[in-house]
Structures are given as structure tokens and as C-alpha cells.
């Protein structure tokens, strides 16, 4: 492991150049004329695809000229270094921490516009940043909802009861295994006990205070955590998250990263592999919000990490304007379509159902409740 260089506030500066970072190759075989058949079956029929567009097929996100949410990067540094992390991209461009001002602007912006909910959770860990009440207080004096996600491993006592003072609809902590030698593997980095202490001291207190916040805590399935473990690791925090509104995922399949981290797939098992083979495709819903990065620049989504995927700048122009853009625009117009012509969302597994791999997950899940 290269030594691990932190700036003042704890967030990690270097990273290790692991990946090449060629232009995302989307092949000739991805280049699509539409959705088919099946494809054009499940959009019609899944509730949790269909609420997406109206019956013309178009989005109805098309209709409004603002985002309902904002997801706001206070910084790109983190204090982990996950495996499955798509780093180089991220620190692509520098890393650095949001000014005041431009948050204050998102957030006068957001409210003359009625968006509901600024959700703190793009690339980065967003307790590094010196000032993160500050924002939380912004956000709700203005009437916004909010959300935050953490690693949770700076996360301390002080921290936590000061945290559970503000009207969270949802706090999301990763907790990558059920013991250090997974968490290592999935983080890479030596804080499991510091984690695990964190988020317990975080639950005990939200219970004690009848918090209504939901909770998610959950691990990247990356092949770090055995079966058995997986199993101990819902009943573990299950148990921990009784009395507690709860998401019960308690662990994601890996994604690409918009092709950025199709390495990934690499570190899947024989059988996995040839599970997600078969994927279909489906306009995604990552597209209907904005997420602006802590140097203003605006993403597509929080799953692409390249430069491709910025559609504008906050600094330049304005959030309306970049909402509004041909650039997302023409996003829209590709995923109502299904052709994501030279969009990496043509390589993204993000927007694409594998049913062999949902049907394995149903299994694992029955299996689980079992031992539950
Ligand atoms: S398909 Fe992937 S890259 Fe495209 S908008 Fe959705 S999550 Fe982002």
C-alpha cells in the first residue's frame, strides 16, 4: 500500500494511478437503434421504470425547468479509498473543498426555483469539509430538505449527536464487511473499528432520541465478503438498526461507473460474469437531478466521473441554464430513445436490468431471510 498523504482536514491527497484512463471505448456492438423488443416490454409494464415518462414516452422531468434535487459535493477528497472507486477520474480535474460563497448561491438558487432537497453525497466524503453545518444549516434555514452520505469514519461522537440535531430525511453510512480484513479490502484503508464504533454510537443515539431519519448502512458486494459473512452482516446490523426507519439493501452489486471502472467486472467470478452477460437497457433516472461538484462543475449523474459527463458550470453559467442545456437535453432525448449514441451511458450498467443476476439475488436474499 503507497504511503497515504492527508491534507489538513484529513482528506486523502494521493492516489495510485492504477488505472488507464483511455477515453471510455464504446463499441461498435453497444451502438444501439433503439430499444428492443423485451426492452420496450419492461418500459412499458415496470412501475419502476415507467414512472419515469409520461405516455408519449418522453420524460416528465421534461416538464420542469428545475431539478427536485440537488446533490451538492462539498469536496472530492475522501478519508477511504475504496476499492471499487473510481479516483483517477475524480481527481482528474484537482481536488479541493467548495467555497461558502458558491454553496451560498446553490442554495439561494435552489430556492427561488422550489427544489426540495439538496443531498450531500457526490465523490467525495462530505464531513472533510470545515464547514459542512454551515451548509446543513443553510440548506434547512431555506426550507430544503436533506439528505447525507458518509463512510462515517470521521464521523465522532461530537459529530454524531451534533448531526441528529438536523431534520435528516435519510443518513447513509458504508461499512464495506463484516470483518477488518473485508472492510480492508473493500476501503483499503485500516479504519474498521473507527467506522463500526462511529455508526453504533450514531444508531444507539438516534434510537434514544426516537429519531425519525432513515437509515441505510450498507457494503459494496465486490467479492470481499463471504457468503456466511454476508449473512452475519445483515443479522448484525439489523439488529443494531431496530426501532430505527431502515433501508433493508444492505449490500449493492458493483456498477461501472459509466464504463470508467469496467475493470471491475474483471474481479466478479466465473459465474457472476456470466450472469450480468445479459442486461437490458432502460432510460435512467439519474438524469433528472444536478450535481454539482465542489469546483461548480455540473455532472450528468454521480455515476460518471469522466469529463464527458459535465454538462456546465455554476461558476459560468447559471444553474437554470445548465439544467436546461441542448447537453442534458440531448441525454434525455437518447434514454427516451434508447440508442445513448456517444454517451457513455451506452456502456453504463447503471440503466440496465440483468435479470439472471436479480434472479440470483432473489435466491440469496430467500436464503438469507431463512437464517434470519
Ligand atoms: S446510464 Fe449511467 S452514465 Fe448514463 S445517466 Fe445513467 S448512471 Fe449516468
Not at 450480468?276 to 450535481?291: A, D, R
Request: aromatic fraction near 12%; charged fraction near 30%; include cysteine.
Amino acid at each position: 500500500m503507497p504511503k497515504i498523504q492527508y491534507d489538513e482536514h484529513g482528506g486523502i491527497i494521493n492516489i495510485d494511478e492504477k488505472l488507464d484512463k483511455k477515453d471510455i471505448k464504446i463499441k461498435e456492438s453497444k451502438t444501439r437503434d433503439g430499444y428492443n423488443f423485451l426492452e420496450k416490454l419492461l418500459i412499458k409494464n415496470s412501475k419502476k421504470v415507467n414512472y419515469l415518462l409520461d405516455k408519449n414516452g418522453k420524460y416528465r422531468c421534461r416538464a420542469q425547468k428545475t431539478p427536485n434535487v440537488i446533490r451538492v459535493g462539498p469536496t472530492n477528497r475522501c478519508t477511504g479509498r475504496c476499492f471499487y472507486c473510481p479516483r483517477e477520474y475524480i481527481h482528474d480535474k484537482g481536488t479541493g473543498y467548495m467555497d461558502f460563497a458558491l454553496f451560498e448561491k446553490i442554495v439561494s438558487w435552489a430556492k427561488t426555483n422550489r427544489v426540495n432537497t439538496i443531498s450531500f453525497a457526490l465523490f467525495g466524503e462530505p464531513f472533510l469539509h470545515p464547514r459542512i453545518f454551515d451548509m446543513l444549516d443553510l440548506a434547512v434555514e431555506n426550507g430544503m430538505k436533506i439528505r447525507i452520505s458518509t463512510n462515517a469514519i470521521i464521523l465522532k461522537k461530537e459529530l454524531a449527536l451534533k448531526l441528529l440535531n438536523y431534520p435528516f430525511e435519510s443518513i447513509e453510512t458504508s461499512m464495506d464487511g463484516f470483518t477488518r480484513e473485508e472492510y480492508l479490502a473493500g476501503k483499503q484503508i485500516d479504519k474498521y473499528e473507527q467506522a463500526r464504533k462511529n455508526i453504533l454510537y450514531l444508531l444507539k443515539k438516534a434510537k434514544e432520541k426516537k429519531s425519525r431519519i432513515l437509515f441505510n448502512v450498507h457494503f459494496v458486494d465486490i467479492g470481499n465478503v463471504s457468503f456466511l459473512n454476508k449473512i452475519r452482516y445483515i443479522k448484525f446490523w439489523k439488529k443494531e438498526l431496530r426501532g430505527l426507519k431502515y433501508l433493508t439493501s444492505f449490500y449493492y452489486e458493483p456498477h461501472n461507473w459509466a464504463g470508467a471502472r469496467a475493470d471491475l467486472t474483471r474481479e466478479m467470478n466465473f459465474v457472476d460474469r456470466f450472469l450480468n452477460k445479459w442486461e437490458l437497457k432502460k432510460p435512467c433516472m439519474y438524469i433528472k437531478g444536478m450535481n454539482i461538484n465542489w469546483n461548480g462543475d455540473v455532472y450528468i449523474c454521480t455515476n460518471d466521473p469522466t469529463e464527458k459527463a459535465i454538462i456546465g458550470n455554476v461558476n459560468n453559467d447559471s444553474l437554470e441554464k445548465i439544467y436546461n442545456s441542448e447537453k442534458r437535453v440531448n441525454y434525455l432525448r437518447e434514454h427516451e430513445s434508447g440508442r445513448f449514441k456517444d454517451l457513455n451511458c451506452a456502456v453504463c450498467n447503471v440503466n440496465s436490468i440483468r435479470p439472471l443476476a436479480v434472479i440470483k439475488k432473489r435466491i440469496i436474499n430467500c436464503v438469507v431471510g431463512v437464517f434470519n
